[in-house]
C-alpha cells in the first residue's frame, strides 16, 4: 500500500488490535446475505463475546501480517467477514455453524486459533468439541477422583480404630 488513506491505516491498526486482542479469529463468506440477516448473527454473536465485521481482504491480510499471523492468504478470497472472539471459541464457532443452518450462504472458511491457522474442516471441529466450561468440569471430576481417594484412605484407620474401639467395647459390656 503506497500512500495509504488515513482511514484504510486506521482500519488496519484497527484489524490488528482486534486480531491481537482475540482469541480465536473466524473467517466466514457471507456473499448474497441481507443486511438484516448480517444484523442477525451480530446479534447472536455478541452475547458470546464474538464480534462480527466486514473488512477488506486487503487490509485483513495486512493487519495478520503486522500480527505475525501467517498463511492466511488462501482463506481471504471472496467476500469475507472476521469474527473476532474473545472467550470460547467453541461457543462462537456453534453459534456460526447453528446460524449458517438457516442462512445457507454463510460458509465459515476458517479461521485462527492462537497462532494457528485453521482451514474450513478444522474450524468445523472446534464448533465439534464440547464447550470450555464442560472441559473444565469434567477435568475436575477427574481431578476430585484421586483426592477423595486419598481422604477415604486417610480415614479408614481412624473409622477402622473407633470400630474395634465399639466392638471392644461391646464385647467388655456383654462380659460384665
Known amino acids: 500500500m503506497e500512500n495509504p488513506r488515513p482511514e484504510k491505516v486506521a482500519d488496519v491498526e484497527?484489524?490488528?488490535a482486534a486480531i491481537n486482542s482475540s482469541d480465536a479469529v473466524l473467517?466466514?463468506?457471507?456473499?448474497g446475505m441481507s443486511v438484516a440477516s448480517i444484523s442477525k448473527l451480530r446479534r447472536v454473536l455478541r452475547p458470546l463475546g464474538a464480534e462480527y465485521?466486514?473488512?477488506k481482504n486487503t487490509l485483513v491480510r495486512i493487519a495478520a501480517d503486522r500480527a505475525g499471523i501467517e498463511n492466511l492468504?488462501?482463506?481471504?478470497?471472496?467476500?469475507t467477514a472476521v469474527t473476532f472472539i474473545k472467550g470460547d471459541a467453541v461457543e462462537a464457532a456453534k453459534a456460526l455453524r447453528e446460524f449458517a443452518k438457516t442462512e445457507p450462504k454463510l460458509i465459515v472458511k476458517g479461521g485462527v486459533l492462537g497462532s494457528s491457522v485453521l482451514d474450513a474442516a478444522q474450524a468445523a471441529a472446534?464448533?465439534?468439541m464440547p464447550p470450555r466450561v464442560q472441559v473444565l468440569a469434567e477435568i475436575a471430576g477427574l481431578l476430585e477422583a484421586p483426592l477423595s481417594n486419598i481422604a477415604s484412605l486417610l480415614e479408614a484407620p481412624v473409622r477402622d480404630i473407633a470400630y474395634a474401639i465399639a466392638a471392644l467395647e461391646e464385647k467388655q459390656s456383654e462380659a460384665a
Open 73 to 79: 492468504e488462501p482463506l481471504l478470497h471472496g467476500p
Open 27 to 31: 473467517l466466514t463468506e457471507y456473499r
Open 126 to 128: 472446534l464448533a465439534d
Open 53 to 55: 465485521k466486514v473488512y
Open 14 to 16: 484497527e484489524i490488528h
